[in-house]
């Protein structure tokens, strides 16, 4: 069963307000369960309202066990690095599949609260559900920017990779400050430990940010490599299991 998510949560998620929940019901833009006097929405009408379309076909990495996730983190930190940004690779609907590669330790600070790492969770989840396509730059919940790249498999998507924890340009110092005051505020974070976290956010110069374009897909298509050898090798092991069970009957 997919997980129910509360009236909070979607608020949080879709970035509006208790109100325009409650007429969307009214008006049947959103649809809706309710539990007791509490209103729960599924996953698959959240995807409908941000209108993706995504295949339920059980052999995606969504529903794959044994991920290989230390390979894929090991390539999704290298990437990282050469460029001075944060990665992290989660599957179709934006559950994590490795940890994230971190660029800075504000982003660090966010994860260490429970309820900044629900945001952020959120956040990737939201850039995944992300129409079809290539939006270009996306910014999170915190405001800085990522960019995603799909990984497929011959069964069609699998997962995406998201390299970001930057900003494009330098933002405005008073808007910033009051920002950064706002989320210790919301999420329980020393607000001076976050401001000066915050000074160290990577502001990527323009070729960087043709690295990150060009690169960013590139990888994906390396994790799509190991995907498919992956898959490759357990099918080839397979039958060779089945040879083995088939040959003791044979010689009798």
């Not at 940004?85 to 599949?97: F, P």
């Amino acid at each position: 069963m997919s997980e129910l998510l509360t009236t909070k949560q979607l608020q949080d998620l879709l970035k509006i307000d208790r109100i325009t929940v409650y007429r969307m019901l009214n008006d049947g833009r959103l649809k809706g369960v309710k539990i007791g006097n509490q209103w729960r929405f599924s996953e698959s009408e959240i995807d409908r309202l941000l209108g993706v379309e995504i295949s339920e076909e059980p052999n995606q990495v969504e529903s794959i066990q044994d991920f290989p996730a230390d390979c894929v983190k090991e390539i999704q930190d290298i990437f990282a690095g050469i460029i001075g940004i944060g990665a992290i690779t989660v599957t179709i609907r934006g559950s994590t599949l490795t940890q994230p590669t971190f660029s800075n330790p504000f982003c660090k600070m966010m994860l260490s609260s429970e309820s900044g790492c629900k945001a952020c969770q959120d956040s990737w989840r939201k850039i995944a559900l992300k129409a079809p396509g290539d939006p270009g730059f996306q910014i999170c919940h915190a405001g800085l920017c990522y960019k995603r790249s799909p990984i497929k498999t011959s069964n069609g998507q699998a997962a995406w990779l998201i390299a970001g924890q930057y900003y494009l340009k330098t933002p405005d110092h008073t808007i910033e400050i009051e920002r950064v005051e706002q989320l210790a505020d919301k999420y329980h974070l020393p607000v001076n430990e976050l401001r000066e976290a915050a000074r160290k956010i990577p502001v990527l110069k323009k070729y960087q940010q043709q690295q990150v374009a060009e690169w960013t897909p590139k990888v994906a298509g390396t994790v799509e490599s190991i995907l498919c050898e992956r898959n490759d090798l357990v099918s080839r092991l397979q039958r060779i299991s089945e040879l083995t069970s088939i040959t003791p009957t044979l010689s009798k």
